[in-house]
């Protein structure tokens, strides 16, 4: 059984930083990508940023230039690095991931609990 675990959200004022980590656990052969999504209330679930295992990254234009995702293959970790936060990132933060438990599984998709980040004054 995999299982995705978040951390690191909480309350920040406009313009402060956080770091989300999101470490995968279980029986694990491999992970591809991993991505970032958040859920504001009352709106879609969307991505905010995702990686590929040999680490090329892309983001959500509202985030570009702010956000920095990044990974550790040996922790099996994913991160989001968010700067220069703004009222409207408020959300809940998932983390998601493809992993294979063995080598001659099929990749699955996983998600975490999610992550409540709130910025405000």
């Known amino acids: 059984q995999v299982q995705l675990v978040e951390s690191g959200g909480g309350l920040v004022q406009p313009g402060g930083s956080l770091r989300l980590s999101c470490a995968a656990s279980?029986?694990?052969?491999?992970?591809?990508?991993m991505r970032w999504y958040c859920q504001a209330p009352g709106k879609e679930r969307e991505l905010v940023a995702h990686?590929?295992?040999?680490?090329?990254?892309n983001y959500a234009d509202s985030v570009k230039g702010r956000f920095t995702i990044s990974r550790d293959n040996a922790k099996n970790t994913v991160y989001l690095q968010m700067n220069s936060l703004k009222p409207e990132d408020t959300a809940v933060y998932y983390c998601?991931?493809?992993?294979?438990?063995?080598?001659?599984?099929?990749?699955?998709?996983?998600w975490g609990q999610g992550t409540q980040v709130t910025v405000s004054s």
């Open positions: 279980g029986s694990i052969f491999s992970i591809n990508n």
């Open positions: 998601n991931a493809d992993i294979k438990w063995r080598l001659a599984s099929a990749w699955r998709n996983y």
């Open positions: 990686i590929t295992s040999g680490g090329s990254t």
